[in-house]
T-cell receptor, first 114, second 115 residues
């Protein structure tokens, strides 16, 4: 079964550093999402991406965050200057079409900011 | 407002007991989808079921069953004869019409199955 691949699985970074989280979507999927889960809390929507642009973003997704799909395959989430409160599990999810409401989640990247 | 409520924060049962996890949702849309995901201690999100708003048939898959009732805006999940491997956090989620169809998650229910 096709998978969404996220790398790295775990990243530790110093406060103030930039991090890039990577996701390889399923090849025929058109809609891409990032979600965040702070330890012990619910999964929260960050941003959706379609046709090479952001289609919706949450209040969490401020100017510190950006997404892109630079080479047509990897879908990346960049956090410019990490804060302690950015420590969380970040999930990438992809979906094929508007009419297909099935989402495929990656296994997540655990980001620890120290 | 679109919202998913999982009022049960933690449930503890003994193996072989049946357990029901509650999910109540709010949406103004007439077309929507409901989901259940399992998150084991390893952290990944495991898809369990998707149900659309026009299909109120209950579903059974092995020891798992789901009861969808539009009249009470509920989509409850029952595990029959629970096992230790069922121990996990279970999330109910909703998506509705709109270009992005983002998923809105409930706060999750931690299920602990004791041997």
């Amino acid at each position: 079964e096709p998978e969404v691949t996220q790398t790295p699985s775990h990243q530790v970074t110093q406060m103030g550093q930039e991090v890039i989280l990577r996701c390889v979507p399923i090849s025929n999927h058109l809609y891409f999402y990032w979600y965040r889960q702070i330890l012990g809390q619910k999964v929260e929507f960050l941003v959706s991406f379609y046709n090479n642009e952001i289609s919706e973003k949450s209040e969490i997704f401020d100017d510190q965050f950006s997404v892109e799909r630079p080479d047509g395959s990897n879908f990346t989430l960049k956090i410019r200057s990490t804060k302690l409160e950015d420590s969380a599990m970040y999930f990438c999810a992809t979906r094929r079409t508007v009419l297909n409401y099935g989402y495929t989640f990656g296994s997540g990247t655990r980001l620890t900011v120290v | 407002a679109q919202k998913v409520t999982q009022a049960q924060t933690e449930i503890s049962v003994v193996e072989k007991e049946d357990v029901t996890l509650d999910c109540v949702y709010e949406t103004r849309d007439t077309t929507y989808y409901l989901f259940w995901y399992k998150q084991p201690p390893s952290g990944e999100l495991v898809f369990l079921i998707r149900r659309n708003s026009f299909d109120e048939q209950n579903e059974i898959s092995g020891r798992y069953s789901w009861n969808f009732q539009k009249s009470t805006s509920s989509f409850n999940f029952t595990i029959t004869a629970s096992q230790v491997v069922d121990s996990a956090v279970y999330f109910c989620a909703l998506t509705y019409g709109g270009a992005t169809n983002k998923l809105i998650f409930g706060t999750g229910t931690l299920l602990a199955v004791q041997p």
